[in-house]
């Protein structure tokens, strides 16, 4: 009898990490020889959380507030949560289907393996977070990519077109990393009727939910308030890296859309965490309760982007500002150069890194058994840069200028 010798390798070991890690590594290994270098690769804010947070967790860990707690965190922090997202997302969700998270890497994580069907398909746009991928791929979904519009926005035909039998999830990022889009109140009506007639969950993630420009941020759940927790699609994931700026802290929440995904959600969690850190979720309660902080933060990145994002539209790399979020990608691709070479020069004789699009936009290619091919790097974004837009005014305008310097330059030849 002939036996099927087992894969040799683990799904994950065909997930390369990510450019946006191997952009990380790049420029600390390089900064020891090349100090002073314009960081513009990474979504660490200038600014910081209130001091309330840092005593806070401090005093948590003092007063031995560091205990084993509910495997979905803390109940004040949850009823805390709910009430913020009643009054300011307009969505309606209970502490028995909020879940606090390690930061919401891990809640989208968890999340998705809450959800996933054996074969089961899930939508994300072409040109993705790349860790949202990663994240699909562990959990067991097949990404199938939708198509976005010239300002990077979802393209609700596309989706339709896309879409099949198998497609179970809708991952929706507004505003979105990397692009910077901002799905409107008419496009989630859109998105959120498609998912509906066909009975898919949404994954919305909203990590920028304070860094919107254009207008408001709309949280999709919002659209189905009114239905009974049984009926709902919206499982909504929140972070207080950005608004707040905890970014090392790792605090983050996942309102969930049914009960029967909270079970779920309650048995992975258990199995990966057991309980989220304790003195954080007092921390969390003290940025809260200092959430006067997020106007700042909010006008400090939009003044960013009015100020030092305009040459790149003048410019014509960029279509328009982007309408929130942290990043924005830059189209390089009339230097003759993809975006690899682009940033690779840009770093090597200017000292500034950016993130090269192709890590944005890579598809999946799966052998005929099903099994995951090793993740290459390429697709719509590779003549695009990601540019951080949340860090130091005066790096960033500066980096900016060398960036259009040797856009000129190129295009001259
Ligand atoms: C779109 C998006 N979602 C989620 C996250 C995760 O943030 P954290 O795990 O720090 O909450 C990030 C971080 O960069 C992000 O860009």
Known sequence: MTQTAPPSFAPASAIPSSWLYESFRIANEREREHPGQ???????????????????FADAVIDGRARYIDVQGLPELRERLT????????????????????????????????????????????????????????????????????HFAPDPESIRRVAGPATRVL?????????????????????????DQHGWQIISDEAYEDFAFSGPHHSIAA???????????????????????????RLGYVAVSRPETAAAMRSVQESCIIAPNAPVQYAGLAALDASGALAGNHDF??????????????????????????????????????????AAELMDRHDVVVVPGSGFSARPEFAPDGTLLPLVPG???????????????????????????????????
């Open 38 to 56: 314009i960081k513009l690769h990474v979504g660490e804010p200038a600014f910081g959380p209130p001091d309330s947070v840092a005593k806070e």
């Open 301 to 342: 990145v939009r003044g960013n982007r009015d100020t030092a994002l305009a040459p790149l539209v003048e410019e014509g790399l960029l279509p328009a500002l982007p309408g929130g979020g942290w990043y924005a990608m830059a189209d390089v691709s009339s230097t003759g150069l993809t975006g690899e070479e682009f």
């Open 83 to 150: 009430g913020k997202l009643d009054t300011v997302n307009r969505v309606d969700t209970e502490p028995a289907r909020l879940f606090v998270t390690p930061g919401s890497c891990q809640g989208l994580s968890a999340l998705m393996r809450s959800l996933v069907h054996a074969g089961a398909e899930i939508l994300m746009p072409e040109i993705h977070w790349p860790v949202h991928l990663q994240q699909a791929l562990l959990a067991g979904f097949r990404p199938v990519f939708y198509q976005l519009d010239e």
């Open 223 to 249: 659209l189905e308030r009114a239905r009974p927790a049984a009926q709902r699609l919206v499982n909504s994931v929140f972070t207080f890296s950005k608004g707040p700026a905890m970014t090392g802290y």
């Open 379 to 413: 697709g719509a974004a590779s003549g695009l840069v990601r540019i951080a837009f949340c860090v130091d005014r005066e790096q960033l305008t500066t980096g900016v200028e060398r960036l259009v310097e040797l856009v000129r330059e190129k295009r001259q030849g």
């Open 171 to 195: 991952l929706l990022n507004t505003p979105s990393n990397p692009t910077g889009a901002v799905a409107d109140l008419p496009l989630q009506q859109a998105l959120y009727e498609i998912a």
